[in-house]
Structures are given as structure tokens and as C-alpha cells.
């Protein structure tokens, strides 16, 4: 019985030496390099260059949420100092990891002072299709510069 269990330790023994050398060897692998001009972008939920386009674009007017996760940028009401009688509230939505014109919705508040309060106006459609072609021309721009 004891030569038995003196043949099982140099055996357990082989067997610890054999994998840990293999998981050793697991860590020397070197990691696939990052395409930073890839159409999706992981580090954050949602497509980079439209997310970085979307807050340059909107930088006019104060945040009040940015979530870059569920990829919704919401600014506070903006009044343009040439036209004080009239405020925009703009809330864009990022709905995709691709660089894609569907990835992205942009809506739009307006309102007009009238008597000192602020009543609700329409927004022009093409207002909101003007910001967001100048989102989708800034993303691509900033995507072509990665690339380059």
C-alpha cells in the first residue's frame, strides 16, 4: 500500500508541474490590437464618433444628461443672445454601436416668450434633419481623420 501511494505522488505531482505550465503559457499570447477605425467602438454603448460629433454639435447650449451607455445627450433650454424671445431644447439619441444614419434620432423643443411665459412652437422638420446631417458629417470626419 505505501509503494502504491508513493507511485500517486510523483504522478500528482507531473500532473500540478504540466498545468500550470499550460495555463502559463496562456498568458504570453500577445492581445489583438485595437482598430480605432472600426464602425463600432466598445468602450463606451454606443457608436464613438457619433457620440463625440453629437456633443461637439450641441456644445451651444448646456447639458443636462449625457449618458454615453444608452447613448442619450439631453441640453437644457438654450436661448441665442441675438433672439432672446425664443428657446430650443435639442435631445439626441444614439440607437447603434455603427456608424449608420439610422443610428441616430435628434429631436427637437421650441419655445416662444409670450407676455413673459414660455409658450411651445413647432420645430421646423428640417431644423432637426440640419442637425443631424451636421452629426453624421462630423462623426465621418472624425472617423477618416482615425483612419488616417
Given at each position: 500500500m505505501i509503494a502504491?501511494?508513493?507511485?500517486?505522488?510523483p504522478?500528482?505531482?507531473?500532473?500540478a508541474?504540466?498545468a500550470?505550465a499550460s495555463?502559463?503559457?496562456?498568458?504570453?499570447?500577445?492581445r489583438?490590437?485595437?482598430?480605432?477605425?472600426?464602425?463600432?467602438i466598445?468602450?463606451?454603448g454606443?457608436?464613438s464618433?457619433?457620440?463625440r460629433?453629437?456633443l461637439?454639435?450641441?456644445?451651444?447650449?448646456?447639458?443636462l444628461q449625457?449618458?454615453s451607455n444608452?447613448?442619450?445627450i439631453v441640453?437644457?433650454w438654450?436661448a441665442?443672445?441675438?433672439?432672446p424671445g425664443e428657446?430650443v431644447k435639442?435631445?439626441?439619441?444614439?440607437l447603434?454601436?455603427?456608424?449608420r444614419?439610422?443610428?441616430?434620432?435628434?429631436?427637437a423643443?421650441?419655445?416662444v416668450s409670450?407676455?413673459?411665459?414660455w409658450?411651445?412652437?413647432?420645430?421646423q422638420?428640417?431644423t432637426?434633419q440640419?442637425l443631424?446631417?451636421?452629426?453624421?458629417?462630423k462623426a465621418?470626419e472624425?472617423?477618416?481623420h482615425?483612419?488616417n
Amino acid at each position: 500500500m505505501i509503494a502504491l501511494a508513493q507511485l500517486r505522488r510523483p504522478a500528482i505531482f507531473a500532473l500540478a508541474i504540466a498545468a500550470t505550465a499550460s495555463l502559463a503559457a496562456c498568458g504570453g499570447r500577445e492581445r489583438p490590437k485595437a482598430d480605432l477605425a472600426a464602425a463600432q467602438i466598445t468602450t463606451i454603448g454606443v457608436n464613438s464618433y457619433l457620440w463625440r460629433a453629437s456633443l461637439e454639435t450641441v456644445s451651444f447650449a448646456p447639458l443636462l444628461q449625457a449618458d454615453s451607455n444608452g447613448g442619450v445627450i439631453v441640453t437644457d433650454w438654450y436661448a441665442n443672445p441675438s433672439n432672446p424671445g425664443e428657446r430650443v431644447k435639442v435631445t439626441v439619441t444614439i440607437l447603434d454601436s455603427d456608424l449608420r444614419a439610422d443610428a441616430l434620432r435628434v429631436a427637437a423643443s421650441r419655445q416662444v416668450s409670450q407676455g413673459g411665459t414660455w409658450v411651445d412652437a413647432p420645430v421646423q422638420a428640417a431644423t432637426v434633419q440640419k442637425l443631424e446631417d451636421i452629426i453624421l458629417t462630423k462623426a465621418r470626419e472624425l472617423r477618416r481623420h482615425t483612419i488616417n
